[in-house]
């Protein structure tokens, strides 16, 4: 066996043709830090399965990340929405872990392609909706009105409280002390009175 005889396609003076990038195909590996398992256990204390539970709290703390919300407070409203379930659907036509409300954010969701019934893309979208309402109204305003409330339906508001009360025990919302009876006044007066307290 013999080598071929250069010729114009064996010996070439032209440059040689930059080789052809091929695109990268690895798989995204979830980070499990500190913070996906402390909503890890949070979810695990509050009853939720452990079938996904891992997967939820990656979910919860990049939602988290990316709007500036507390991981706690999201996972707080999936133990009050769904306990977890991906598959939840209410009777009120809310689906998934956060229970989203179709006939309010279904025609949205559908338009950006998003899967409401997918953990990632569920937590996403209720994450974007909550953090919207929070910055909105307050944070307890925004989760009374992330469960539906309007303001100008006075029949909504006991059942809004009940929900906020329920995430608020999730989240261990400690409430603030009674407001001092004293006036603001009566305030100045006593600190000029008892510069180092009573």
């Known amino acids: ?3 071929p005889e250069p010729n114009a396609s ?3 003076t032209q440059r040689p043709e930059e080789p052809v990038q091929e695109p990268s195909f690895q798989t995204t590996v979830m980070s499990v ?3 996906v398992h402390s909503v890890e256990a949070f979810l695990t204390n509050h009853g939720v399965g452990q079938a996904n539970c891992t997967r939820l709290a990656s979910s919860i703390v990049n939602s988290a990340r ?3 919300l507390d991981s706690r407070l999201i996972a707080s409203i999936i133990i009050v929405e769904s306990r977890g379930n991906p598959f939840a659907i209410s009777d009120r036509d809310a689906i998934g872990v956060m229970q989203i409300h179709l006939p309010t954010w279904g025609y949205a969701a559908d338009r950006e392609g998003i899967n ?3 953990i990632e893309d569920n937590i996403d979208f209720g994450a974007r909706i909550l953090k919207n309402y929070i910055s ?3 944070v307890w305003e925004g989760v009374k009105r992330y469960n539906g409330f309007f303001a100008e339906d006075s029949t909504s508001e006991q059942s809004a409280q009940d929900y906020v009360q329920k995430v608020q025990r999730l989240y261990e919302f400690q409430p603030a002390p009674f ?3 004293i006036s603001s006044k009566e305030n100045e007066v006593s600190r000029n009175l008892f510069p180092y307290g009573r």
């Open 136 to 138: 909105q109204f307050g």
């Open 179 to 181: 407001p001092n009876p």
């Open 116 to 118: 409401l019934f997918k």
């Open 33 to 35: 830090g500190p913070a």
């Open 66 to 68: 990316k709007y500036n």
């Open 1 to 3: 066996m013999a080598f």
């Open 10 to 12: 064996v010996l070439s």
